[in-house]
């Protein structure tokens, strides 16, 4: 599902909110986590999972083409740890096509 489904998905589901609207809000609520983020703040959202940031330590890595020894730094890198309900619906859903039922 990319960003544009989504703001299509919220239109239909909602009529009385126009697709600008629904652009909008589509726009803010992604800028507000993504600045959280950018912080360090943690994202939780019950039913659904957490985002955090994780630190990766700097290590040493190789040219593949060289052998050469190269230094990797520190990076700060966003991870999303879904929630159990999310982990369920989806294993169940999963398990409905693999079955050949349909949801």
Do not use: Y
Not at 16 to 43: C, N, P
Not at 68 to 78: G, L, M, S, T
């Amino acid at each position: 599902m990319t960003r544009s489904d989504l703001v299509e998905e919220l239109a239909a589901r909602f009529p009385q909110l126009a697709h600008r609207d629904a652009e909008f809000a589509v726009k803010a609520l992604l800028d507000a986590m993504s600045e959280a983020m950018v912080k360090g703040h943690r994202i939780e959202l019950r039913g659904f999972g957490s985002f955090s940031v994780n630190r990766r330590p700097p290590r040493m890595g190789r040219n593949p083409r060289s052998g050469e020894a190269v230094a990797i730094p520190e990076k700060r890198v966003p991870h999303f740890k879904p929630g159990k309900a999310l982990r369920e619906a989806v294993d169940v859903r999963t398990q409905q096509l693999l079955k050949g039922n349909t949801p």
